[in-house]
């Protein structure tokens, strides 16, 4: 202790010659300052006073703020082994149920926040859009297979922009999708055809027939009808699988740790690089097979009037763009919209009363000699509250490709809710399968029930799940529209001539398996059911007579 203060002691006069200049020049800054905010303008001063508070009271509820609660990690590698690898949104929403609407993980120094509601989804991403709109750098599926080229991978600008537009402007708005109803009416009745023939193959007739729509809307391209497979369908479908395997959430570790990205091929678990090679091969092949198919055409005067044409046509924009939007239409509306009609035969033949009560419906308003038509939907209240309950209860995006935010973001809401700390570069994931089967929200979420969308004098009707399924913000699915519109017209046309039920062995139903598929987009689990016409006289509108 004595030697402490003598050290002190020694150090009074260093310390005193060291206060006494630097007095003087902080006395000169201070009275400069004061001289200067004397010669400001009240208004000047009120305005920098202003700023001066916000940003102080904004650094101080970042240094109060805590990242969203969440469980405890593990030191180096974090919440690895809270992050699931396969049905994310059921683990999800488990933490959801622990830690509330909002929440958070890390992994490997990533920060994950997991949003399990509407309010805070809505918050973030519809009214701060400006700052969540991002998406995630994702190592394979983007930057090593390409798929960053496509626009649900794109970052957020100046191209992002220009293609939402130009695909607002093919079918962002009911005036617009009108010129696709005789297309859909084709493709669905030529479906309806191959499933009279081959009722047993419907899953593979409801891709082709999802497929052939897009493929005709971005590029006038008509599926080959001939028992072979078609070239560009497979090619799609292929460039569709290699999509989800790549995107999905930790199926390749170098998501997780992205600098193995930059290791030798040959060594030991540098797999994944030859595999992206081949995907990002196949990819631009197929992108570059389409804008070409269109090209051949219009040279040969043959070219069907479609996405690709006329915007070759008009010149405005450059092949890079014109090329990956049409793959956006092709690969983002014929997986999901295909996953949805495919759940649709699974919903029939487990709730065979729900299928009755539409078929009634159908021919009480339509007829038995027509098949429906789009302009019919307004008459059809309970096909209407179907087709929606089919969007609630098969999500085909569970969890829907994240945002990523741009800039630190202090999260509060008044008297419910603490200052949330969202970090820079943190990963937003919406539950989305959590939203619409929110027992809050949806009565009996995991039944089937179209009434729950019919209002009665006794109960208003639940939310629209379109409202939640496809996005939000300014990433919302540009193709919401025409993805709706095709389940619809699909959906009525199925209930108006065929039935489906269960399959039966040894006089006993085989009940199905109610399940998805992990993966960016999401199917039912595999499952057979027995579709058949209900007469002869559906038979006659199969075949057209």
Known sequence: MGTLAVIYLSLLPIRKNLTYIHLHPLHSMATGVLQS???????????????????WHYFRAKKAARLPPGPRGLPLVGNVLDAPTEQHWLKFAELGDVWGEISSLIVFGQT???????????????VRGANFSD????????????????????????????????????FGTQAAMAQFTPLLSEEIDQFLRNI????????????????????RIAYGYHLCESPERDPLLEMYETVGQNFNRSTAPGAFLVDIMPFLRYL?????GGGFKTTARKWSKHLHGTVDAGLGYVKKQMAAGAAETSFVSTQLEEKCHDDYLIKWAATSIQEGGSDTTA????????????????????????????????????????????????????????????????HRTREDFIYSRDGDLEPLLIPKNSLIMTNIWKMTHDPERYADPMVFNP???????????????????????????????????????????????????????????????????????????PFKCVVEPRDARALGLIRGE
Not at 37 to 53: H, I, K, Q, V
Not at 141 to 167: H, I, P, T
Not at 351 to 373: K, M, S
């Open 264 to 268: 030798p091929e040959w060594l030991p």
């Open 37 to 55: 905010l004397a010669s400001l303008d009240w208004g000047t001063f009120l305005t920098l006073a202003s700023a001066g508070l916000v940003s």
């Open 451 to 525: 009434s729950r969308f019919i209002e009665t004098a006794a109960k208003g009707s639940e939310q629209d799940p379109a409202q939640i399924c496809f996005g939000y913000g300014r990433r919302i699915c540009p193709g919401k529209l025409l993805g709706d519109t095709t389940v619809f017209m699909a959906c009525s046309a199925i209930l108006s001539v065929f039935n489906v039920s269960k399959p039966q062995e040894n006089g006993v139903s085989v009940e199905p398996q109610v399940g998805q598929t992990s993966g960016t987009v999401s199917h039912p689990l």
């Open 135 to 170: 998406r995630p750098v994702i190592q394979m599926g983007g930057e090593l297979c390409g798929f960053n080229n496509v626009l649900a991978l794109s970052q957020y600008g100046d191209r992002v922009r220009k293609e939402r537009k130009l695909l607002h402007q093919l």
């Open 112 to 126: 994950m926040i997991i949003v399990n509601s509407t309010k805070v989804a809505e918050d973030l991403l519809d």
């Open 339 to 402: 996953a949805q009609i495919e759940a649709f035969f699974l919903a029939m033949s487990l709730y065979p009363d729900v299928q009755r009560a539409a078929q009634d419906e159908l021919d009480r308003v339509i007829g038995t000699d027509r098949l429906p038509d789009l302009s019919d939907r307004a008459q059809l209240p309970y096909v209407n509250a179907l087709c929606k309950e089919i969007l609630r209860w098969h999500v085909a995006t569970p969890i829907s490709i994240p």
């Open 196 to 215: 009279a023939k081959n009722p047993g193959g419907f899953i593979e007739e409801i891709r082709h027939m999802t497929a052939g729509i897009s493929l």
